[in-house]
């Protein structure tokens, strides 16, 4: 991650002169920016340069299942198709729905082709699209219906019972509208009976009016309201434009090397921002995207089925995919383990000269591995979290393709960098993309610098037309992020490699996100485990790299005495003794267990391992501040050994 001084032969971002603030580092941009046309800075369009590449190509592909629930081949439709049945749908939100320009409109369903539809009538309308998370529960739905004052709602017809059960507390619902063509009576007599209409959207599209013109919006209008997930409190709602939307995957886009012969899986939830973008920048170069069949058990068969040419998924996924295979390998023994490695490391010397291929390692050994990813597959695209640097050389290597890591956040459209396919494979993300522009901001109280050697560290800031306008209808937290001449402060650290490279480092706030995606709110769930009567202090910690958090323990020295004492213990006052019993250790974690049911944790924020610690965190040991609060760099260098141990024995 930079700590090498050697002089790289090529550098993929530069500072701009003159550019350097106390407090800031100098502001870096790509070698390759280019300005964005303006003309383009919408969704629509965006869709409609596809449309004149590719109108009679396979566009959005589902696959239907029959009696048995055995799902077909994927039947296709084609962009002209889609561009037909959005102005369809189109017609129906303005002239019987009766929605009006920039007015709220709802999307509630798993990734299929009817929720891209609805997204193109809501660009070609200029309505601005609120996705909601098909896994959201009672408390937040109605929160972001009412927030947004929504009057209609498209849903999956699995999904509107979980609307009708919230319904009392929604007053501004009027419509739900059915992906699914069946609805039953007794639903729509409970919808009516709640003061909603239920229709489906093959009735919306019935309507027998003239299609509507189009009316796209404007570049500086709402494309989007975009709910975070969430760690602490209500979710925030990240507003971006139709020139943020469309300037980023136009500027992708000049990274990728995509045309109309690739396929996308589209599996990862389109509410999250990264998945649009991907399905906008596959759309603008006409090519076609198949869905998954909406349980990611079915993955690997609709990846067969389909064989994509871009695989677009987040480190979790394919950390799960190196360590079976490699299980696989080290199992095997032998000879088997012998020729993997040596084709592997054949493999990886060519990686040096810009070689993918072998011709003949790829037939010997790594063609049943491609066949993994349905064998076809010439790019695949890492976001959401870092990927570990051996996953992806282990990547590029056995299914001969580019592996390339994107890195952005629901504020950045998705986008902020992302590598190209010539950059050598490093604990990196990459370079910024082109017209964005990044710096670094001092963090003292974390030791980062931009004066920092060899490489430059610091919180990272970003600015250009991918960056959002705030949050909706709030300015307080909108103020604390975004400042005056449009700098987004993302709260991640990290650090500029000699080659113009970005790597991720660490986290400002005690917010961290781990391998799969998911948000880690630190605070709060130390507070749930702290109830435990074993636990005195807590550190919770989550590495990027890893799928689980773990947590540094210091017990409470009665607790244990009174264990001990119950199993005829001895020596339940030495607090050094007790920490190194594994029975001790058990009884805590089951403790913490308990507390993690009664407060409700996701499964992502459970402890999975514990390290027991008899010194107590200090003001003299520096590892709390005066007011007691965690001085979580400090703990993280303290007990670095002790959270590496816990994650190789998790392994």
Known sequence: MGSSESVPTRVFSHEIPGTTMPGYGGIRVSADSLPFPDELANLWTNFKVGLSTSANEQYLGTRSRDTNGKAGPYEWMTYQEAHDRAARIATGLKNHLKMARQENLGIFAKNRAEWVLTEMASNRMGYVLVPLYDTLGPDVIPYILNHTTMRVLVCSGDLISNVLNVKHKCPDLEYIVSMDPSISARLRADAESKGVQILTLHELESVPDATVPEEPAKASEVATICYTSGTTGDPKGAILTQRNLAATAYLAIQRLNADPSYTHLSYLPLPHVFERMVLATVTRVGASIGFYQGDVLHLMDDMAELKPVLFVSVPRLFNRVYDKIMQG??????????????????????????????????????????????GRVKLIISGSAPLAANVKEFMKIAFSCD????????ETSAGLTISIPDIPTGAHVGMPLPNVQVRLADVPEMNYTSLDKPCPRGEVCVRGPNVFVGYYKDKEK??????????????????????????????KKNIFKLSQGEYIAAEKIENIYAKSPFVAQIFLYGDSLQSCVVAIIVPDPEAVQAWAASKSISDGSNLDAMVKRADLKAAILSSMNEMAKEGKLNGFECVKD?????????????????????KRPQLKERFKNEVSAMYA???
């Open 478 to 507: 909108t103020d604390e992020c975004l400042t005056e001449d449009g700098w987004f402060c993302t709260g991640d650290i990290g650090c500029w490699n000699p080659d113009g490279t970005l790597s991720l480092i660490d986290r």
């Open 403 to 410: 592996v390339e890591e994107g890195y952005g956040l629901t």
């Open 649 to 651: 024995a998790l392994k």
């Open 329 to 374: 390998v080290n199992a095997s023994g032998g000879f088997k383990k012998m020729l993997f490695d040596y084709a592997y490391e054949t493999k990886r010397q060519g990686l040096a000269s810009g070689s993918k291929t072998h011709a003949l390692w790829d037939t010997l050994v790594f063609e049943k591995l491609r066949a993994v990813l349905g």
């Open 610 to 630: 514990i390290t027991l610690h008899a010194e107590v965190f200090s003001v003299d040991n520096g590892l709390v501040t005066p007011t007691f609060k965690l």
